[in-house]
């Protein structure tokens, strides 16, 4: 498989930077990107030494490195563009268009997309990111009446990660509330959930993942069986189908999917 050596190169996180490389490098997967993220780049003195490791690289290897770059000050994005490399600037792929169809001068401000520049909005994503985290897994369920939506589904199914994304990114209130054996037993919704009715958004996942996933903690456990797993992935959905309860499989699905899809279908609209 052919290799590349990537470099995501910002002035600030390079979060932002970061997830578009990804996007745009997942479109060739016959191709290993080696990615490594170079965060506050932001004087003339890092970008040299940063020139430095890449021209090595490029004279090492026999393809020059790729280097994806979100840098505001033009000296140095200069620096780093004139080294012996491939340059994507992903600032002036958009600014400069939007400069002339707004008729306007960008900002050219740094870390605008990441940096507290709300106090109001910074304060609301912390609350949804503290009332995950505090009803996470089935806990303070008297707080449901708050929430947003209520993620539910068997233990390991990505729950968690589901809701903390969608505080994290969307300010979403978001609980989440495990369905262990005895919920299962019936079709039925357990009972903290039954006045949350219109909140409830259902995880299912292949049960042979699912067996997978509980086998890296519990191996061995009755928990990570193939028959308890099968069981309990079934009569999840078969609640879910009793009670309508949107719900989607997130065996193939990145976090990022399922926070999309469950905004999507559940109507939710972001809050930061």
């Known amino acids: 498989m052919l290799t590349r050596t990537t470099f995501v190169i910002s002035d600030r996180t390079g979060l932002t930077a970061e997830a578009l490389c990804h996007s745009l490098l997942s479109q060739f997967p016959n191709v290993q990107f080696d990615i490594e993220n170079l965060p506050f780049i932001d004087t003339v003195e890092k970008a040299q030494d940063v020139v430095k490791t890449l021209n090595g690289l490029a004279e090492k290897n026999a393809d020059k490195p790729l280097v994806f770059a979100t840098l505001v000050n033009d000296e140095i994005r200069k620096i780093i563009s004139d080294g012996n490399v491939i340059f994507f600037d992903l600032f002036d792929t958009f600014i400069e268009p939007l400069e002339k169809e707004l008729d306007l001068e960008s900002s050219h401000s740094v870390g605008k997309s990441h940096g507290v520049l709300d106090f109001a909005q910074y304060s609301s994503r912390m609350s949804a990111v503290n009332f995950a985290m505090t009803t996470d897994d089935g806990m ?66 292949d049960p042979y993942r699912l067996q997978q996933i509980r086998q890296e903690r ?55």
């Open 218 to 272: 519990y191996s061995g456990d009755s928990y990570a069986s193939p028959e308890t797993c099968q069981f309990e992935v079934a009569q999840a959905e078969a609640l879910y189908r009793n009670n309508n309860v949107p719900y989607v499989n997130t065996t193939k699905k990145s976090v990022e999917e399922i926070g999309a899809y469950i905004l999507h279908k559940a109507s939710l609209r972001r809050k930061i």
């Open 140 to 205: 303070e369920t008297d707080h449901y009446a708050r929430a947003d939506v209520v993620v539910i589904g068997a233990s390991r199914s990505g729950k968690t990660p589901t809701c903390l994304y969608l505080s994290l990114q969307f300010g979403i209130f978001a609980a989440n509330y495990p369905l262990t054996a005895p919920d299962l037993e019936s079709t039925d919704l357990p009972e903290p959930l039954a006045p949350y009715r219109d909140k409830l958004f259902g995880l299912t996942i």
